[in-house]
């Protein structure tokens, strides 16, 4: 077998206590895109850092031509051949496409002046290779994704890379846009230039690749060439693990529908949005990471603006599009990121509980510390919060911040709650607890809807769940429907009958 | 997806095809006002008028070649008034402590003396990771504060300053200043230095985007440092031409000129944002700014609506930058409407 033009061996990397990837051995071969798979965490874009020198792996090594090294920068990642094209271009929009491409490394004139029109000449028969109508001098900003990614890629080349490597630089690209990436890619491949591909689109990954690693938990789950291997194998490597007892959602007759919303748009971020939410009701929002569901979420409590498309409260429409009205009609939102939106880290846990209602706890046009205690006590103890409702929010465990931020929001009793991760980054005792408030509130009749990328969770909580992919509902799965593979399936834009229907008698998704 | 709109550069109107170049743009404003002016009196464009408005804009012009190399790097440098005001005073000095010394070492001193000042401010923000606008917004009240307690109320005088050297700022050759002539033989090298050297481009490549120029290997904290000592050793270089341009310096001198300089490089077209503008078109925004402050003292207008007009200026400047940039917005996003 030919050996491999770039191969990691044994990479260990870890932030803080959490260990993020786990032994994790993989070839790169000359001529051969090797395609990456996994569920959001489970470690590929850590691996893609190690590779461009980004991070610096724990323990482990590189085997890349005839000796092992790791890369400590990204120039000398570079200098080595390995080039990385990222989801988000990282180019200079002031600067034109030449520039960019040649950023740092400008060819010179005898003068040692930059040689503006070498530059320009080789870019654009760069250009003209791949088939591009773009020209040299034309400044990066207002080209497409597509386009930028295409001066990422004659960066690339015009540092003779061996090694590509993409992460999903499909997201964001229409289908036109992605097969002319496949026809580059393929003429790459045919120079012998070793390619890892990162993507959650399953038919582009069977399309493009002849070796497939699904990743899990920052190990290696499967590897081996294409043929090997089938969608339902995938799937089933990328989500399987067991569903533990932790969710514990109480049976509700659902009631009368609080949310209605009807195709909701924003262009360029989701469209054709349209579902309800009933009282007494978890409905879970599933989709992978940059699918829209916060988005949607945002739209809905009126943050992000809306381009069309109708959100009813009871009978009544949202018509003044704000956070404000939002409140008012009685939505609470629980944002993903407690530290930047949902806390004010500095004040103590009394103060963020009220925040979001010190109008009604004006006495005499001032706040009544009182009144404001009161309140506070009331939901921090139902949330079972540790700590003194004293003591500022910074010295809180993650935990019980999130039981804060949801005693913030519960002092508004609204009628429909939205949470949005509400789990990230809290220990196990804590998720149970976060679970057994939001069905405690459910049973006494709050709508909720709970965004969520840990599939045991949504599955566990929800009592439907809708998937979203690309900005769009893809599926609506009611608890009986719901497992992982159904999830993901739906996750990753496969659509029509699954091959695998029957399969859903095992939960745990084991194969 | 909808099809792509074809080459967006075509049918955008008028005004963008005004603002394409800032530079001619800046040419033709100063072009009309200098013509409406003229007409209006024609005194306007005498020589001395001429050579007055060519001294007036000369300093003004030189600081704005440090200050665009600082802003194209996003970053901003309000000290070098208090630069300039203490290098001036070190000049005036020298001539006093040591008569007999040449021109030559006076400013070479001040420059250096310039440089080392801009260089604590290159420590502090680039290594020290304390945002531009604090540190110089620091460094503008420590310096002057600094130059208050040494001139103790002192004053240099023209009497103090040998003649040749006050010959800087009023002998011309072929009509125009030294003091003009330096500035643009400076212009010319701070031009060519910013577009035809990769250390040149690297300026903008940090304003653009610092991440990316990460990416590149770019060394972004040197190249940081290196801006503001640039930019404190031309206020240094500023300084000891302001003792030749006006031979009578204290404790106050250039005193608020700093705001001055950074509206003249934003209304030239150089983005407060980082990573767009030339030094060109900078100066011609300062020479527009002083044009029309020239108009309007010809014209008999009082002096306070001067400073109203310079602010109307560098409003409608950022306005047009704003205004372009969502243009830009637009079109990309267009591009995305495929989801």
């Known amino acids: 077998m030919r ?7 044994d990479i260990y990397k870890s932030f803080g206590s959490t260990r993020v990837l786990e032994g994790v051995s993989l070839p790169l071969f000359p001529g051969e895109v090797h395609s990456l798979l996994g569920e959001n965490g489970a470690g590929k874009s850590t691996l893609v850092k190690i590779m461009a ?9 590189m085997r890349f031509g005839g000796k092992e090294m790791l890369f400590r920068s990204t120039a000398q990642a570079q200098h080595a051949g390995v080039s990385v094209i990222y989801q988000e271009p990282t180019l200079f ?18 003068y040692g002046w930059i040689d503006y029109a070498e530059m320009n000449r080789t870019v654009s028969q760069h250009l003209s290779q791949l088939g591009v109508s ?23 080349l015009t540092f003779e890379a061996k090694v590509l490597i993409m992460d999903e630089p499909t997201a964001a690209l229409s289908l036109e846009e992605v097969k002319r990436l496949f026809q580059v890619v393929e003429r790459l491949r045919s120079k012998g230039v070793a390619i890892m591909f990162v993507s959650h689109r399953l038919e582009e990954v069977f399309a493009i690749s002849q070796r497939i690693t699904v990743m899990r938990d920052g190990r290696v789950i499967g590897s081996g060439p294409v043929e090997k291997w089938t969608t339902e194998e995938v799937i089933r490597k990328m989500v399987g693990r067991s569903l533990d007892a932790l969710y514990p959602k109480e049976k509700v007759e659902p009631g009368k529908v609080v949310l209605r919303v009807r195709s909701l748009r924003r262009a360029g971020v989701f469209k054709e949005i349209s579902f309800e939410v009933r009282q ?17 979420a945002r739209a809905i409590f009126g943050i992000d603006p809306l381009d069309s498309g109708e959100v009813l409260i009871g009978d009544t429409t949202l018509s003044n599009h704000a956070p404000q009205a939002a409140m008012a009609a009685g939505i609470g939102f629980v944002p993903e990121d407690r530290q930047q939106q949902g806390l004010v880290m500095e004040m103590t846990v009394m103060r963020n509980a009220t925040l979001t209602i010190l109008r009604q706890l004006k006495r005499l046009g001032l706040v009544s510390k009182e009144k404001e205690r009161q309140i506070a006590t009331r939901w921090t103890q139902r949330m079972q919060l540790k700590g003194h409702i004293e003591e500022p929010v910074n010295i809180l465990s993650g935990g019980n911040q999130q039981k804060v931020v949801l005693a913030k929001w519960l002092a508004t009793e609204p009628k429909l709650l939205i949470v949005d991760e509400p789990t990230r980054g809290v220990d196990v005792g804590a998720k149970s607890e976060v679970h057994r408030t939001l069905s405690q509130l459910a049973k006494d009749g709050m709508a909720i809807i709970m965004i969520s990328s840990d599939l045991p969770e949504v599955i566990g909580m929800a009592d439907r769940i809708l998937v979203m992919h690309e900005g769009k509902l893809t ?20 659509v029509g009958p699954r091959p695998d229907q029957k399969s859903k008698a095992t939960p745990n998704g084991k194969s | 997806m909808t099809k792509q709109p074809e080459n967006t550069a075509e049918g955008q109107g008028w005004l963008n095809a005004l603002f394409r170049s800032r530079e001619t743009s800046l040419v033709l404003l100063i072009a009309v006002l200098t013509a409406v002016t003229t007409t209006l009196n024609p005194r306007f464009l005498s020589p001395q008028s001429l050579k007055d408005l060519m001294l007036n804009v000369s300093i003004i012009a030189l600081l704005v070649l440090g200050q665009t190399v600082i802003i194209l790097m996003r970053q901003i440098d309000l000290s070098i008034s208090s630069i300039v005001g203490i290098t001036a005073f070190l000049s005036g000095t020298l001539f006093i402590n040591h008569p007999g010394i040449s021109g030559y070492v006076v400013i070479a001193i001040a420059v250096l003396t310039g440089l080392l000042l801009g260089a604590v401010n290159a420590a502090l923000i680039a290594w020290g990771k304390i945002p531009a606008l604090i540190t110089t917004l620091g460094t503008l009240y420590i310096f002057r504060g600094a130059n208050y307690a ?35 033989i400076l212009l010319i090298l701070f031009s060519i230095g910013l577009r035809q050297y990769r250390a040149g481009r690297e300026y903008y490549a940090i304003g653009s985007n610092p991440n990316a120029a990460v990416l590149a290997g770019i060394n972004v904290s040197r190249r940081i440092a290196i801006g503001f000592i640039i930019s404190g050793a031309i206020a240094g270089l500023a300084g000891a031409l302001w003792l030749a341009r006006f031979g009578t310096v204290d404790a106050t001198a250039a005193e608020g000129i700093e705001l001055t300089v950074i509206t003249s490089t934003v209304v030239g077209g150089v983005a407060i944002t980082g990573g767009v503008g030339t030094v060109v078109g900078a100066v011609l925004g300062a020479l527009l700014l002083s044009v029309f402050s020239s108009t309007l003292v010809f014209l008999r207008v009082p002096s306070f609506w001067q400073q109203a007009f310079q602010g109307a200026m560098l409003l409608v400047a950022i306005a047009a930058d704003a205004y372009l940039a969502y243009r830009h917005a637009l079109r990309s996003r267009v591009k995305w409407s495929h989801v």
């Open chain 1, 3 to 9: 050996s491999p033009t770039i191969e990691l061996v």
């Open chain 1, 53 to 61: 020198g980004l991070h610096l792996a724990d323990k482990g090594a």
């Open chain 1, 93 to 110: 929009r002031d600067l034109s496409i030449a520039e960019n491409v040649f950023m740092h490394r400008q060819p010179k004139t005898a």
């Open chain 1, 134 to 156: 773009l020209q040299p001098e034309d400044p990066v900003l207002g080209l497409s994704i597509a386009d930028q990614q295409i001066v990422e890629i004659i960066k690339a």
């Open chain 1, 280 to 296: 007494g009701e978890i409905v879970g929002l599933a989709g992978l990471v940059g699918a829209g569901r916060s988005e949607v």
């Open chain 1, 475 to 494: 599926a609506e799965l009611s608890r009986a429907e719901a497992t992982e593979e159904a999830i993901m399936f739906a996750a990753t834009g496969q």
């Open chain 2, 150 to 184: 040494w001139v103790h109320g002192r004053q240099v005088n023209a009497v103090n300053v040998p003649g040749s050297f006050l010959a800087i700022g009023t002998s011309t050759v072929a009509g125009v200043p030294i003091l003009t002539w330096i500035v643009l």
